[in-house]
């Protein structure tokens, strides 16, 4: 399949999330190039970020390099860069390095970030949970608190570093409450001398009136219901008007709190900046039915980044299953016209249905009149994942870390890394003896 | 066991090593009470270091927290805490937080850290490898330095990025030297499309006149030709008069390098300086022959951070085996203290033997009489690793890397982690269709 300049057709994509992975993998054999250009080495399986974050995996264990994915496909071109904008007029992305991809089609599934809702000041006391790194440093702000608490003779102090605020009762927070309470309660409950973690704080905010809105009703408070029986405060209805290092502002109230996690809201990437795209609210491209850019029918947007109108006016939501969905259309997409067929069909979001777990041995499930609770939707959600990871190894290692965390309570990846500047040097000593 | 106040006779050990460690092993039951401090959580297993760095193994597979290890332990108290100094008078260890821990025994073993012999300007291009954060900053530079090479299209650039310069001959040097060798010429060789892995130049510089100079000169042969035909150049008496960005002046000869790796020398941790003790040009506490400080005997300094003579006039040397028996000598000596019992024997250190891998499937053992090299050496090292390792889960982890590694030339822990700067926010957008 050639382009006018007589080389192959050349397809960029953009973003080595579930989305830009299923549009290589649906492109194998089409007789295009296609270059996967992102600023990390690996895929990241992000649904299970979270089970990094309360240390009962490994980073490496959700996260796989992506050249090696691709090693057998000569037509496939990897590159780690940062993109730094789009001439869609010359169809060049530019990288870091100063240098340009040139492409026939472009793909931009580029993801999203955290929102704060105009607060970014809050980021540094908030952290929220979208990249490995945010997994370590959630990991070691949550480890290093009972840390902090046991070696502190402040009453006052060890209360505010045993409680844990989590900002947003979607699917991540559920999460995230889920895990610190069984960490506090279970795996941390006797190892410590000074402090008794099972007196930890766990508290879920939620600034609507239910958890899992996504949901339907019943499971949302059966969720709810199962939160508290693990020891987790669940605050619904309840705006956070506040963050800084003391704690939250909560309904008008202070809340003490030393650790506070986001997991409220998204902002997309900046596709739409580089493309000046029009986009929403939060960012995401507006895209065609044919997940198109209005005006470039040769660049398409997908998944987090896009914001794509269902018949009903409703969006297709930012999950994985929906990222894949597209990658597949798109794929697909490409191959028809290369062939040289016209008829487009308008990419159609099958809803397969949502998952959430709270805590290791209860989720909630409901895909379509199925509405699933308890240990055998925990059950089906484990194994799931585990048919979604990539790799027979990764498969073994984290089957291996989930039955020793479920058998034993041990979680295997209670570590606390430190920055460089802090790590490298030992403080200068006081010299008492002189 | 009660000291004069009344209370059980309180220990503290400053470092959780294999030193440490085997202290609060060895007073299982003693009656005493126990306070061991680390400013990290976790005891670190430093002899597979060299295996995160090369991306083998994951960084939770080889550290695991300390207060789980202690956790059915009453009479031991684990605070993660950074030490700044000692008053050897008042028998106070004094902490980060403005807090101090009270004594009756004392036990330093806080271990070594690298030394540039002068040149500490040299750290920021060639870093050595000490802490687990090291070995994931190492392996992001030689992850980072491959897919840079594969993004420029300079061939002068990519010539020094596929250049990968380790200083020292010792065992870290040789395992660093010989991992990078597979890596580029078996697990990366089929993974990039624009440069050729296999084409990667590895230089192992030593000032001396061989590799692993404590291993009879017939292994250190065998090192250096198994080496060589991993493809490893090695540089024999060779010093390195300068370390920069751009490389390295080695014999007066410039030699282009992206990446440096220091693996030359270590300088003790500031425990001599805590206590204003005498010292050797390395920073180690010169301690008398119960490895007490002079003047001190209840203060004890043990493992990288003690110089220790033997009846030869030779120095304990600084491996886990002589840690781990100076623990266990100093365990007991405060066990027959404790028992009123007077006569002290000197602490006698029996040398075991030297191990070294080259590479994932060749070993040099030297044990006596008794030299090995190659495969079968390389699986005795293997067994004694999985072995000492701590843990049911950890070894079955590690066991299970390893096959991978071993059969298919997988490594697992392939990812670049960014400081938190550069991994947040992506930069801002060069918007060229305005």
Chains 1, 2 share one sequence.
């Not at 990846?413 to 802090?422: C, D, E, G, T, V």
Request: aromatic residues 8%; glycine residues 10%; charged residues 20%.
């Amino acid at each position: 399949m050639k382009n006018t300049s007589g080389k192959r057709h050349q397809v960029v994509v953009v973003g080595a999330g579930f989305g830009g992975l299923d549009i290589v993998n649906g492109l194998e054999g089409a007789g295009v190039d296609i270059t996967i250009i992102d600023r990390r080495n690996y895929h990241l399986f992000q649904p299970l970020l979270y089970q990094v974050a309360g240390a009962s995996l490994a980073t490496s264990e959700i996260a796989w390099p992506i050249r090696h994915l691709f090693r057998n496909r000569q037509d496939v071109h990897t590159l780690m860069a940062e993109v730094q904008g789009v001439d869609t007029k010359a169809r060049q992305v530019f990288i870091e390095n100063g240098s340009s991809v040139g492409y026939d089609t472009l793909v931009l599934a580029t993801g999203a970030t955290h929102a704060y809702f105009g607060h970014d000041e809050w980021e540094p006391y908030a952290p929220g949970l979208k990249t490995l790194e945010d997994a370590a440093t959630i990991r070691g702000k949550i480890l290093s608190a009972f840390e902090e608490a046991e070696c502190s003779n402040d009453p006052v102090a060890r209360t505010a570093l045993q409680t844990f605020v989590i900002i947003g009762g979607g699917p991540t927070g559920v999460e995230l409450a889920g895990t610190i309470a069984e960490l506090a309660k279970d795996t941390l409950a006797h190892d410590f001398r000074s402090i008794d973690p099972r007196a930890t704080r766990v508290v879920l905010i939620e600034a609507g009136p239910r958890l899992l809105a996504v949901f339907p009703e019943k499971l949302s408070e059966y969720t709810r219901r199962a939160l508290e029986k693990l020891g987790v405060e669940v605050a619904l209805g309840a705006p956070v008007t506040e963050c800084s290092s003391e704690g939250v502002v909560v309904a008008g109230k202070q809340l003490m709190a030393k650790t506070i996690l986001w997991a409220a809201g998204v902002q997309a990437s900046p596709a739409a900046r580089w493309l000046s795209a029009e986009s929403d609210r939060a960012g995401r491209v507006i895209v065609e039915p044919d997940l198109t850019v209005p005006g470039h029918p040769e660049i398409f947007v997908i998944g987090d980044t896009a914001a794509s109108k269902m018949p009903d006016g409703t969006f297709v939501p930012g999950i994985a299953p929906a990222a894949k969905q597209q990658g597949q259309y798109v794929a697909n997409l490409i191959k028809r016209r290369l062939k040289g067929k016209s008829s487009e069909e308008p990419f159609r979001y099958k809803h397969q249905g949502n998952l959430a777990t709270i805590g290791r041995s209860l989720a909630v499930i409901h895909m379509g009149r199925v509405k699933l609770c308890g240990a055998i939707a925990w059950w089906i959600w484990k194994l799931a994942h585990i048919y979604f990871l990539i790799g027979v190894k990764n498969r073994m290692s984290v089957a291996l870390s989930w039955v020793w965390n479920h058998s034993v309570g041990y979680r295997g990846s209670r570590l606390i890394m430190r920055p460089k500047n802090q790590s490298q040097q030992a403080s200068e000593p006081i010299e008492l003896n002189k």
